[in-house]
């Protein structure tokens, strides 16, 4: 968009505004460099001011008011200048440039203003929206970001407390371990209390022989049978004790008596070849 022709002349005016009040200023205050920064501040604030009043910073009545006071106090010092100077053009035509200038940017800033932009209240309603919309925005973000630390410290606490049940089942696990180590110690270790097996094989003890009771006399004896045969045969646990002195393992113990005595029982073989070896490690450690 092209710039409306008023304010080129505006600009020209400024600078013709801001060289004289800054030599005047200067020459007013005689404190050299010190007097030309006094000169500078009025110049920059004015301009500021003008911007301000172009953007519509702050009320509306402020920057113009801001503005009309800046350039009167230029002009006064402009008119003290002339006084000194004992100019009465001098006081009067500085003055009036520096006027002349500021009623020129009255007009300038408005033709300068896009027609189609927003007044102060509209731009102020979409201030107020994007306001609110920034403030859900990052209301949101902080309950997701509380939530998210919660359920982190949810976690955390859920995983400590696995790992202490984890801890606690490894400790039982150890110690039942332990004791059944023990418990199997002590059985290798101690002897086993066998209950007498009952051997109804041998022969009835006779009778001791006294001068006062006569020998028996030999009973017929009767004609061999099967079941004589089966009774004369020696018990497992006679042929239990025997594998166990000569063979290394319980299932060759009990292989062998099988093939000696194939209508016997398998479990009843192996429980007799157990306890016979049970019984000779017992002898062997010392136990009698």
Request: no cysteine; hydrophobic share 45%; proline share 7%.
């Amino acid at each position: 968009m092209s710039r409306p022709r008023v304010f080129y002349g505006a600009i020209t005016l400024a600078g013709l505004s801001l060289i004289w009040s800054a030599y005047a200023i200067t020459d007013l205050m005689q404190s050299g460099i010190f007097g030309l920064s006094v000169a500078l501040a009025g110049d920059i604030g004015w301009l500021t001011v003008l911007w301000a009043q172009y953007r519509r910073v702050g009320p509306r009545w402020a920057a113009p008011t801001a503005g009309w006071v800046i350039a009167l106090g230029v002009g006064l010092l402009l008119v003290i200048h002339g006084i000194q100077e004992s100019s009465v053009a001098q006081a009067i035509a500085g003055p009036f440039v520096v006027l002349v200038g500021k009623i020129v940017w009255e007009f300038a800033l408005p033709a300068l203003r896009d027609p189609a932009a927003l007044t102060p209240e509209q731009q102020d309603e979409i201030n107020a929206v994007i306001r609110d919309s920034e403030h859900a925005a990052r209301l949101h973000d902080a309950h997701r970001d509380r939530a998210e630390r919660e359920a982190q410290a949810a976690i955390e606490r859920i995983q400590q407390q696995a790992r202490i049940t984890a801890a606690r089942d490894r400790a039982d696990f150890e110690i039942t371990l332990e004791r059944l180590e023990m418990r199997a110690e002590i059985d290798r270790r101690s002897p086993l209390m066998l209950a007498p097996i009952a051997n109804t094989d041998h022969e009835p003890e006779q009778p001791a022989i006294t001068p006062s009771t006569p020998p028996l006399a030999p009973a017929a004896v009767p004609p061999p049978s099967s079941a004589n045969t089966v009774s004369e045969q020696p018990s497992i646990a006679d042929l239990a004790r025997d594998q166990v002195a000569i063979t290394t393992t319980n299932s060759a113990a009990v292989q062998a008596i099988l093939a000696e005595r194939p209508n016997a029982d398998r479990e009843s073989v192996a429980a007799a070849v157990r306890r016979a070896r049970r019984n000779a490690d017992g002898m062997k450690g010392g136990y009698g």
